[in-house]
């Protein structure tokens, strides 16, 4: 079987893997890391957003092959390294804003929220109220308006 190598929350990892195995099934079945959930398998739902070289994106939807050695993805379990913390201050808000119902998407949300300030601060500006709109992540149990809110608290804390 081909050899694959990528980082994954900092560390070097090879999987011996057929290339066109999607690279969710990859981190969730042989490497264990079970923060990117399976929803839809399409990225429609984005359930899975991990980030990958610091920007957000489905796993479901990439086959291991188009992953490069130098590529650096981090999933929830590795999100508060990022920052030398114990929990990422987006986490910290998820908490205190009480966000999660049944929880199952909540990583893929994170993720994405940490993905969507970060590219607002390097366009120069602050979360807005339009860069919420663009965010499409689904939460079957309706916590948006949590979400909006976390995502706006977290984005003041770091």
Not at 21 to 33: E, I, N, Q
Request: hydrophobic share 35%.
């Amino acid at each position: 079987m081909p050899e694959h190598t990528f980082i994954l929350n900092g560390k070097a990892v090879t999987v011996d893997i057929e290339d066109d195995v999607r690279l969710l099934w990859v981190l969730r079945d042989v490497l264990g890391v079970t923060g990117p959930k399976y929803g839809c398998g399409l990225g429609v739902c984005q359930a899975c957003t991990s980030h990958i070289n610091g920007k957000a994106f489905n796993p479901c939807s990439v086959p291991v092959k188009d992953i490069r050695p130098d590529d650096e993805i981090v999933t929830i379990e590795g999100l508060p390294a990022t920052v030398g913390r114990e929990l990422h201050p987006m986490q910290e808000a998820w908490l205190d804003h009480d966000v999660a119902q049944c929880g199952y998407c909540q990583p893929g949300q994170i993720m994405t929220a940490v993905a969507k300030v970060r590219q607002a601060r390097e366009e120069g500006c602050e979360i807005s109220e339009a860069d919420l709109d663009e965010i499409r992540n689904i939460c079957r149990c309706g916590t948006y308006h949590r979400i909006r809110e976390a995502i706006v608290a977290g984005a003041e804390r770091y």
